[in-house]
């Protein structure tokens, strides 16, 4: 399964950008929680078009990375 999530053009970026793909993130997950096992996929690519800082630790992507291994107990990582 893909989904593409394309932020407002009117973003300013940086911590903007985390808090919109975090909310965007959250309400994918919130949808496989809802649905039964067996109508979740088995792998999931989300793409979007905000920029994902690449600062080690401390950049939108790494981030986002951490967050969803936190949050994500559904699909597998790949």
Not at 33 to 46: A, I, N, Q
Not at 48 to 77: C, H, Q, S
């Amino acid at each position: 399964m893909a989904r593409s999530a394309h932020a407002p053009k009117n973003h300013t970026g940086g911590e903007d950008n985390y808090k919109w793909l975090v909310n965007a993130i959250d309400g994918e997950l919130k949808r496989f929680r809802e649905k039964e096992k067996e109508y979740r996929p088995d792998h999931y690519l989300f793409y979007t078009n905000l920029v994902l800082t690449p600062a080690k630790d401390t950049g939108i992507k790494d981030r986002i990375e951490l967050y969803v291994k936190e949050k994500n107990v559904f699909l597998k990582m790949i």
